[in-house]
């Protein structure tokens, strides 16, 4: 099932109509705008220029049938295609550098031969998904917020072979993807990474004997819990806690023995430091679950 990028939803919400209703497990496929939606053409073209009614669209909704509120469902992430040029910008005000911008700037980055083009530099692709989520079962979040329904969680680690888990919120869960990257480094410092539109190839279904009040993702070497919060010492903090917990109740760790395994082995990471909620994450290496025996299906 293909989901064009005209049905574009600006926040997540349990009252968005769906694009599309699907049964689980399911194939599905994501046309995405870039997260300007597609208001940049060239390099006269800067933020000062944008309708901010229009930044960040998501494609979708996707209602997945027989999901329930408590739920959690699994994204495996299949492929990514991004389309060229990629886009990004510079702003007085904008990033952890903002308040050192005089003077807005927009670069176009072309992408050919499996490489960014960022001026006379090639930066190997590394395509991701900065927006992906279900509704929040209260008031709408708009698509550049992240949360514990997913969200603008900006994270590098949600790429193709990677599998992300969210806990559902509401009935058929809503998924909704978008704001593509070809290249992002942790953080995101300057708002952008290489931003692109494309489209995105996943495989959903339930994840069964699972509970989780945060996003995990799976990758080939990590397992990682990932929190937005006010502060990244928050992020952080909430992060590590839950990861405590997830390892007390599904392994036969102590809550102590847990800790000091996090404390020799596992890594406090971060996402992104430029949404209105920053977002961390901590991550244990894959090969010390398994052999902690987690029941996720890796």
């Not at 699994?74 to 510079?90: L, N, T, Y």
């Not at 698509?143 to 599998?163: A, E, K, W």
Request: negative net charge.
């Amino acid at each position: 099932m293909r989901i064009e990028d005209k049905n574009a939803v600006y926040s997540m919400d349990k009252n968005n109509k769906p694009a599309a209703k699907t049964d689980l497990p399911a194939r599905l496929s994501f046309k995405t705008k870039d997260c300007f939606g597609g208001q940049i053409k060239c390099e006269n073209d800067t933020l000062e220029t944008l309708d901010f009614n229009k930044v960040n669209p998501a494609t979708g909704p996707v209602y997945l049938n027989g999901v329930k509120p408590g739920d959690v469902i699994a994204v495996h992430i299949r492929d990514i295609k991004v389309k060229s040029p990629g886009i990004m910008v510079a702003a007085p005000g904008a990033g952890v550098l903002g308040d050192m911008v005089s003077q807005s700037q927009t670069l176009m980055v072309n992408i050919e031969n499996g490489v960014a083009k960022f001026k006379d530099i090639e930066l190997p692709l590394t395509p991701m998904i900065g927006v992906i989520g279900v509704a929040p079962a209260g008031e709408p979040v708009p698509c550049g917020t992240p949360g514990n329904h997913g969200g603008n969680m900006d994270t590098t680690l949600i790429c193709p072979g990677s599998t992300l888990y969210l806990p559902v919120q509401v009935e058929g869960a809503l998924l909704a993807i978008g704001d593509l990257h070809a290249a992002m480094g942790n953080g995101e410092i300057m708002v952008s990474g290489v931003e692109v539109g494309g489209e995105v190839e996943v495989t959903v279904e339930k994840a069964k004997e699972l509970s989780l009040v945060n996003p995990m993702v799976v990758t080939e070497n990590k397992v990682s819990i990932i929190v937005s919060a006010e502060d990244l010492d928050e992020a952080v903090e909430i992060a590590t806690k839950e990861m405590a917990k997830f390892l007390e109740q599904n392994t036969d760790l102590t809550l102590n023995e847990a800790g000091m395994l996090m404390s020799a082995c596992g890594n406090v990471e971060i996402s992104q430091v430029v949404d209105p909620l920053k977002t961390a994450r901590f991550s244990m290496p894959r090969n010390v679950m398994k052999k902690l025996g987690v029941g996720l299906a890796f």
